[in-house]
């Protein structure tokens, strides 16, 4: 069984930075998709980014303009979210999740159903 956990989250004043870790416990087999999803209050969870495992190719939602940065460390199995330039509309819980495959055709990581893995989530708050 995969387990993903995530840390980092907190209050952050406008303008500052966080940096999300998810650490990945178990085994999947093959290439897989790890993505980033945020869930603001009475919205929708979104898509935010993702990581191939193997390639390390990155996807990124439109909105995120080049503040959010998403890696990874295989030796640790962990994957990052970098985020800077924070506004108070950032404010979400943040989740990581992971796909058994790393399929990036039509769009299709940008959907919470094309995981099969998720965290508990970890809150960020931005003040302003």
């Known amino acids: 069984q995969v387990r993903l956990v995530e840390s980092g989250g907190g209050l952050v004043q406008s303008g500052g930075s966080v940096r999300l870790s998810c650490a990945a416990s178990g085994r999947i087999i093959g290439d897989y998709m790890m993505g980033w999803f945020r869930q603001a209050p009475g919205k929708e969870r979104e898509f935010v980014a993702a990581?191939?495992?193997?390639?390390?190719?990155?996807f990124y939602t439109d909105w995120v303009k080049g503040r959010f940065t998403i890696s990874r460390d295989n030796a640790n199995n962990t994957k990052y979210l970098q985020m800077n330039s924070l506004q108070p509309e950032d404010t979400a819980i943040y989740y990581c999740?992971?796909?058994?495959?790393?399929?990036?055709?039509?769009?299709?990581?940008?959907?919470?159903?094309?995981?099969?893995?998720w965290g508990q989530g970890t809150q960020v708050t931005v003040s302003s």
């Open positions: 990581v191939t495992d193997r390639a390390g190719s990155t």
């Open positions: 999740a992971a796909s058994r495959t790393a399929a990036y055709y039509g769009r299709a990581y940008t959907s919470r159903h094309y995981y099969d893995y």
